[in-house]
């Protein structure tokens, strides 16, 4: 086989972290699947790279603003308070906030942004980043084990380059985060091979195709239990030929999941090591730039044999190396055998028994022989840096102005709803009532309400089971402002962190007039803390109506 320039991504501080014991996803099992691979020699056959951690600044790219700015901040003691009380940013117990979580997904990001870079510039054909490939996340919550995506991130650096990206995702679980970024666009094909049916995430039947403008670049390809390497192979192969076709990608992101592996723990395929990385010596024979990412995959040993043996077939030294282990610091993880394999088991395979195999292939295809020509986009030369990462300056922002720019476009993005909304309700045409106008209001006001207040459905990839999350008039202690116990009231922004004392005395009459300068009397004479009434966004400050020819010191009896 012809040689190809392989770069690959690796930081050996991955491996120390922990997402918690008991919790199935194990990071370790990357610094696993590094020795083996230095065992086997390839070392001196790639360019090894340890990647920059992507900054907050890069995450943005997709994340919020809060959510990134949450993720650099949590710890496990104050995970309660800031998810306030797990219905925000890590929801469920699939995500925990471990030590170190921020510093982890700037690794696994920042790998894959370099891979995205690397191939970019041209300076390398195939890209690996076994750290990356965390497909569940969202743009502003973590799902699925995944906190930062970083393979959206990618994406978004590949498209600054070319004109067309597809990714193909062969982790047992649907790539929904990745889909549900890329859904509108035609830039991106995203296709997905997975598992479905009362199992996580529950989405990506064949009728998500995509929206707009993206309307059958999402392509899903369901499956069921135990599929083997044939049956994989015969649905595989076909699909991606035809999307090779018809979309002509300019470069290829493969999510390499080691979950759809036969004996998986959360997995339910029955594949093996070179039925899974068939799909890595099938995308390499096309001379396609291409990405290979990490993903899935918990049953720690067999992760790493699967990942060693795609990056043999990345270098096309498949067939040279021994399949007898070589010695390593991890050899009796992988006994009783001590071989380069994973076994396939007995197994059903229920696509073969239904026929449903068939007809989920044929469905495929016509959805991409729908599709018109490959799309084209206007193409520039974009700058691989700005102006002052190129001279070495770097931004220096105060931690306040960063707070203040944040809740400044999270009130704008509110304004923008509220103003959209208002234009919603103006009546069709000028015969409607006020009445009409004013009882479709009314409706569509109750029903966002009656949405906030409903649960919201989350499924958990431990279990596979949908548990409620609560909305936010019910459990969102984030939305009182302080008042009565059984009185709610919409968030207030700028709130004040200070405490300050919520009731004063009614003052007499002879004091109304103090010239206490924190401190504002309303009509009733209660006396009101400016600071208090400020870090409230103005309430218990009511207006005084005063003649406006008097002044102040008019009417102060004491000046």
Not at 9 to 15: E, L, Q, W
Not at 482 to 502: E, L, M, Y
Not at 512 to 535: C, F, I, Q, W, Y
């Amino acid at each position: 086989m012809s040689k190809r320039r392989v770069a690959y991504y690796y930081d050996s501080d991955v491996g120390a972290y922990t997402y918690g014991l008991g919790h199935p996803m194990k990071p370790h099992r990357i610094k696993l699947t590094h020795d083996l691979v230095s065992a086997y020699d390839m070392m001196d056959k790639m360019h090894i790279l340890r990647p920059k951690r992507a900054t907050s600044e890069a995450m943005t790219a997709f994340h919020t603003d809060e959510y990134v700015h949450f993720l650099n901040r949590v710890t496990p003691e104050t995970a309660e308070e800031l998810t306030y009380h797990g219905t925000r940013f890590l929801i469920g117990e699939d995500n925990p906030a471990f030590e170190g979580l921020f510093e982890f997904c700037s690794i696994s990001a920042g790998g894959t942004l370099g891979a995205a870079q690397r191939i970019a510039s041209g300076a390398a054909d195939i890209a690996i980043n076994w750290a990356g490939g965390l497909h569940h996340a969202k743009k502003r919550e973590a799902s699925g084990f995944c906190y930062i995506n970083d393979i959206v991130l990618g994406i978004l650096e590949l498209l600054r380059t070319y004109p067309r990206v597809l990714y193909i995702d062969i982790d047992c679980h649907h790539g929904d985060g990745v889909e549900e970024a890329f859904y509108t666009t035609d830039r991106v094909m995203t296709c997905s091979f997975h598992k479905f049916g009362e199992y996580f995430p529950g989405t990506g039947t064949q009728d998500d195709k995509g929206r707009g403008k993206g309307k059958g670049y999402a392509v899903n390809v369901p499956l069921k239990d135990g599929i083997t390497d044939e049956s994989f192979k015969s649905v595989f192969e076909p699909v991606i030929a035809k999307i090779l076709e018809v979309f002509r990608p300019s470069a290829v992101v493969l999510q390499c999941g080691a979950d759809s592996l036969s004996g998986d723990k959360l997995g339910c395929f029955n594949i093996t090591m070179h039925g899974h990385a068939h799909c890595v010596q099938f995308l390499r024979k096309q001379n396609i730039p291409l990405i290979l990412l990490g993903g899935g995959g918990y049953t720690v040993k067999n992760v790493a044999r699967a990942w060693t043996y795609e990056t043999a077939c990345a270098l096309g030294i498949e067939d040279d190396i021994d399949p007898n282990l070589p010695w390593n610091e991890y050899f009796e993880w992988f006994g009783p055998r001590y071989r380069l394999e994973v076994m396939a088991n007995n197994m059903d395979d229920c696509n073969v028994k239904d026929g449903s195999l068939e007809k989920v292939r044929i469905t495929a295809l016509e959805q991409l022989q729908g599709l018109p020509c490959a799309p084209s986009v206007g193409m520039h030369d974009v700058p691989s840096e700005s102006v002052g990462e190129h001279l070495g300056l770097r931004k220096e922002e105060d931690e306040l102005d960063k707070k203040l720019a944040q809740h400044a476009r999270y009130v704008y993005q509110l304004q923008e709803s509220d103003a959209t909304s208002s234009e919603e309700d103006q009546p069709d045409s000028e015969e409607d009532s006020e009445d009409s106008s004013a009882s479709r209001r009314y409706t569509r006001s109750a029903h966002r309400a009656a949405e906030r207040r409903a649960p919201k459905k989350r499924m958990s990839l431990i279990t596979n089971q949908y548990y409620d999350v609560p909305g936010q008039e019910d459990g969102f202690s984030h939305y009182d402002y302080g008042g009565p116990s059984n009185r709610k009231a919409k968030r207030r922004f700028f709130q004040a962190s200070t405490s300050w004392d919520h009731v004063y005395p009614t003052a007499p009459a002879e004091s109304m007039h103090s010239r206490d300068p924190l401190r504002v009397l309303n009509p009733g004479g209660r006396k009101v803390a400016v600071t208090e009434a400020m870090g409230r966004g103005g309430r218990g400050i009511e207006d005084v109506n005063m003649d406006e020819d008097r002044e102040w010191d008019e009417m102060d009896p004491n000046p």
